[in-house]
């Protein structure tokens, strides 16, 4: 199977699998229920889910064990871009070629969507998944929940809200990705990991493989928002500049953030290098996050 | 030992169990951190870890092992306080005698503070519990996550906002109170009775004791809003009133309000009594949740 239908079958069974996860929409409270499938469903690439789906297929992992995982950490995903968009923090009106989802319902609903996908996301997690150890579930849970608090993504996200108007070193920058989209990044491709019963080596390689992806996303995203425009990327384009974030790009210029992206690219290829071929679809997963720029 | 001093001990051991399981103040990013303890320590009835510790005593649950469900419980509490005090909520500014998260900090701290405070319970009940088998902890965080989505507490939230400005039948508003309040009182019990391996027939029975309880606590909520000064509530006081929210006292009477309450205790009573002596602290529990208004 080539690439891109890999890609499109998991982007499928990942929209199925949401869709069955979350209430149905006439369910009371049904303006809940509708905002929460609103914010999640019909839009996204799914990266975290596809990172997911590839780490476990180096394993032979059960697809409909790594669907509860990947879910698990799209919902998390879903959940900080509704809280993102809100008034007091990015104040965003447009996400995946839609009003957000303060905009298209309205403040207080959109608080409570984030909040009950966050509840979501360890609800899919804790359904017992067939043939993974109890134990190794707990760990997998506990793994989340760690990427997605205060000292990974939530943190992140408070690092970004210091860090408006500053000048930051690029390790500071680097410090803030981590958190902010690394560490959910790397949580989708341990739990991939886990869902095949991955050995601690694999995974502390894998973790390495994920930290490279992470930063190459950013840097990758830094550069599309400086470059295409609002109509290409469904979001508000340029927001960054505007807010005076600190971004790869005003820091290293584009043509160095292209680089460092590159490089990344390479290194992460390297990392993988001893999976052999089990791991053809998280190389091809560097590649196509580095190509939606160049 | 009597009931306050077996209350004030779990109150203490709850409050250094929360202080544990918070990151530390110092840590990064600093200032979410300070929010967050802010938003938990130093306060509060403690009422959710009062229940999960009186329902596990029943089964002689280890202590070490209930403080990890309660305080569970009291982070998913605490986050919900932050999130409803919001502008978009109830834009509130006064909570256990302290300005509000928000106010203290600002909105988008705040923010993150209810969502990182969601996750640390999740991350604190996803930590190994020494002599529970894991398969029940992995019931325990469906459960704990049920209790607080859309289809609990969040879900209550939801509801609560709907009602603003409605004339709600009694069956309505207790509809609303048993996702709004009751689910997570409800969690509690359970999770108490969960640590100390409780057989299905005694987590049924005190599901429904559980269930008086949440709309007891409910009742009784509304008349000291009523009734209640703001110094003595440590919370703003007739704000249903000025916010025109629909509460058994504009609906019943506080004469009759306070009728409910009684017919609420005596039922939970009735409920506990096979357990006999065994369930001491919840009983005192039901009657100390009564005596606030009396």
Do not use: Q, Y
């Given at each position: 199977m080539n690439f891109p239908t890999w890609m499109s079958g998991i982007q499928q069974r990942t929209e199925s699998a949401l869709e069955a996860a979350?209430?149905?929409?006439?369910?009371?409270?049904a303006r809940l229920h509708e905002a929460m499938r609103y914010a999640v469903l019909?839009?996204?690439?799914?990266v975290r889910p596809l990172l997911c789906h590839a780490a476990g297929s180096i394993f032979g992992a059960d697809s409909r064990v790594l669907d509860a995982a990947a879910i698990a950490v799209e919902l998390i995903h879903a959940y900080s871009l509704v809280h993102d968009d809100l008034p007091c923090m990015d104040?965003?009106?447009?996400?995946r070629g839609k009003p957000t989802c303060h905009v298209q319902f309205d403040e207080a609903t959109a608080l409570l969507v984030g909040d009950a996908l966050q509840t979501q996301a360890f609800q899919t997690l804790s359904n017992r998944l067939e043939g993974i150890a109890a134990t190794r579930q707990l760990d997998m849970l506990h793994l989340l929940a760690v990427a997605s608090g205060s000292r990974g993504m939530a943190g992140g996200q408070a690092i970004d809200l210091a860090a408006v108007g500053q000048q930051l070193a690029i390790s500071e920058l680097e410090f803030m990705h981590i958190h902010k989209t690394g560490a959910l990044i790397r949580a989708a491709v341990l739990l991939g990991a886990h869902c095949g019963e991955a050995q601690p080596d694999a995974l502390e390689r894998l973790g390495r493989f994920a930290n490279r992806i992470g930063l190459l996303f950013q840097v990758v995203d830094d550069i599309l928002d400086a470059e295409a425009s609002t109509a290409t990327l469904g979001k508000t384009a340029g927001k960054d500049a505007a807010q005076n974030k600190p971004t790869y790009v005003n820091i290293l210029g584009v043509s160095e953030a292209k680089n460092m992206a590159s490089k990344l690219r390479q290194d992460a290829h390297e990392v993988l290098a001893?999976?052999?071929?089990?791991?053809v679809r998280l190389h091809e997963l560097a590649d196509f996050i580095v190509e939606r720029t160049f």
């Open positions: 979350l209430p149905a929409p006439g369910l009371a409270p019909g839009g996204g690439k799914r104040d965003d009106v447009l996400r001893p999976f052999g071929e089990s791991a």
